[in-house]
């Protein structure tokens, strides 16, 4: 699922010109959250506990859910100038 986010679907919404820095932007969020998570994870298990932290983790990944399904665009069905037809540079 990680590489559909970062890779596939950045080449799909951003035009050509500036599609590079929109994959590389996404993978970098990406990689910052990742790290973050990995970081805070025994944090919040020593902190919390086990059930209060996993109750978090789950909050974020579904308000990440959340904001993707509602504020992504729409790609299916459109060529790729229909969807950069929103981005500039």
Do not use: D
Not at 28 to 36: E, I, K, M, N, T
Not at 52 to 63: H, I
């Amino acid at each position: 699922m990680n590489g559909t986010l970062t890779s596939i679907y950045p080449g799909e919404v951003f035009p050509t010109e500036v599609r590079g820095v929109g994959t590389g932007f996404a993978a970098a969020v990406s990689r910052v959250g990742a790290g973050l998570g990995t970081f805070l994870l025994p944090i919040g298990v020593e902190k919390f506990g086990v059930s209060t932290t996993m109750l978090v983790a789950a909050a974020v990944v579904f308000s990440g859910a959340l904001v993707s399904q509602l504020w992504a665009p729409e790609t299916k069905g459109k060529s790729l100038s229909e969807t950069a037809a929103g981005f500039s540079h």
